[in-house]
Structure formats: structure tokens, C-alpha cells
């Protein structure tokens, strides 16, 4: 076996935090989280708008770099190898190429052979209800359907981990309960999901465990069961009874 292959065979996670912060401008937006993310079960990263949630994801991706503290996963990806982890945003980016060749370069970009690439391409829409609109403009699709292909995207690659910033924030509730019936079915399957969000709803229905985020720093860790029926932090308990009815 080749070093490479013998490398790939190592799980990335965990993933470990140590006193992490980010600072732009003058202004801490993460503020010394230490955390140590393992694989199985689903984490949710919780707070209110501004607590950090996507600079946080973004750290984690190595989107971006802590300006202190380290992000480390346990096998570091190689350089010119296929990605084993992969990011789905608030609103994602869509090439200007039909539904199913968004896919089909994603998968070539992560060195795919064409033969297979052409399979996963629509096996990953016919996952996701978009079989039908393979071969339409990507950027005419309606906001759900755009997620959803990227949510495709990102699962024909067969990522390790996945991570969601906010997957819904934009949707209406159909939409957003077909984006949470995917991203289950991705778990169901074996991949690490870690996702950001604000909305308590959603968070009861996805999570099994919960990092509460306030103001850049973690306050509180533990199983979405505990959390939800017995917060620890005064600035969870605050934020969990605000909840609104449409959340």
C-alpha cells in the first residue's frame, strides 16, 4: 500500500480546537474556543445571529486561519489528493453550467474518473429530487433547488465530513424540511455533519449534540437532549426561551 492510500485510510477527525481566535479590524469574532469535534454523531453549532457560527465554520474548512490557537484535524489532508471534507453555504455558488455539469465538475475537480464521474453526477440529483432539471441552468433554479444541488454537489464527492453553514437561513419551511430530509439521509450514510445554525426548530430535529456559541465564545457543550431540556449557561437558557413559533 501506498503512503498515500495508507494515509486515507486514517479517519480526519477529530478535529480539534485549542484556544482558537479570529480578530478583524480591532474586533475578536471567535474568542479562545478550545473543542475537540469526533466522528458519529451530528454537531450543531447554536447561537444568535453574530455569535460566530459561520466565521467559526469557516476556521474549521481552513477557509480561514485563527489568528491565535490551532485548528488540527487527526490525519491532515495531502496536498493534490481529492478533498476529504467538503462546505455547503448560506447560499451557494452556482456555476454557470447546467444542473447536472455543476456536479459533474465538481467531481472532476476532485479527480473522478470520467466513466464513474458521469454515474455519481445523477445519482446525486436522483438523491436530491433533481433528476428532472439535469439538464437546465443551475442559476435559474429557485433558491431551494440551489441548495439542494449543492448539497448534491457536495455529496457525489463522498465527503468524510460536511460542513453546513446555515443551509436554510433563506428558505421557506417546505423547502427547508426537503434540505433537512438530505442532509439526514447524508448522515444515515455515514458522513460527519457539523452545522451552523440559529433556529432552535431545526436544531431539536438535527442534533445530537450541541456547541452553543455567544458572542465568539463557547459557552456551553453537551447532548442536544441535555441542552434542550436543562441548559447549564444563563445565555442558553435566555436564548432557548426566546424561541419564536416559526423557528
Avoid at 476532485?110 to 445523477?122: G, L
Avoid at 460527519?192 to 455567544?214: C, P, W, Y
Wanted: proline share 6%; aromatic share 6%.
Amino acid at each position: 500500500m501506498d503512503k498515500f492510500a495508507a494515509k486515507r485510510d486514517v479517519s480526519l477527525l477529530p478535529l480539534v480546537l485549542t484556544e482558537v481566535s479570529y480578530r478583524v479590524g480591532g474586533r475578536t469574532l471567535i474568542d479562545r474556543v478550545t473543542a475537540r469535534i469526533e466522528s458519529g454523531p451530528r454537531t450543531v453549532i447554536l447561537g444568535p445571529n453574530g455569535a460566530g457560527k459561520s466565521v467559526l465554520m469557516r476556521l474549521c474548512h481552513g477557509l480561514l486561519m485563527p489568528t491565535s490557537g490551532s485548528v488540527c484535524w487527526n490525519a491532515p489532508e495531502i496536498p493534490g489528493q481529492p478533498r476529504r471534507q467538503a462546505m455547503v453555504f448560506q447560499r451557494p455558488v452556482m456555476l454557470r453550467r447546467s444542473v447536472v455539469d455543476n456536479i459533474r465538475y465538481a467531481l472532476k475537480l476532485s479527480r473522478v474518473s470520467p466513466e464513474v464521474r458521469e454515474a455519481r453526477a445523477w445519482q446525486a440529483l436522483e438523491r436530491v429530487g433533481l433528476s428532472a432539471l439535469g439538464d437546465r441552468p443551475a442559476r435559474v433554479l429557485s433558491g431551494g433547488e440551489q441548495q439542494r444541488l449543492a448539497l448534491a454537489r457536495a455529496w457525489a464527492l463522498k465527503p468524510e465530513v460536511l460542513f453546513l453553514d446555515e443551509p436554510t437561513a433563506n428558505l421557506d419551511p417546505s423547502a427547508s424540511r426537503e434540505v433537512e430530509a438530505i442532509i439526514a439521509a447524508i448522515h444515515a450514510e455515514g458522513t460527519k455533519i457539523v452545522m451552523s445554525t440559529h433556529n432552535l426548530g431545526q436544531a431539536r430535529r438535527l442534533a445530537d449534540e450541541i456547541l452553543f456559541l455567544h458572542e465568539g465564545r463557547l459557552v456551553e457543550r453537551s447532548s442536544a437532549e441535555r441542552f434542550f431540556r436543562q441548559p447549564a449557561s444563563p445565555e442558553a437558557e435566555t436564548f432557548i426561551k426566546g424561541e419564536l413559533p416559526w423557528e
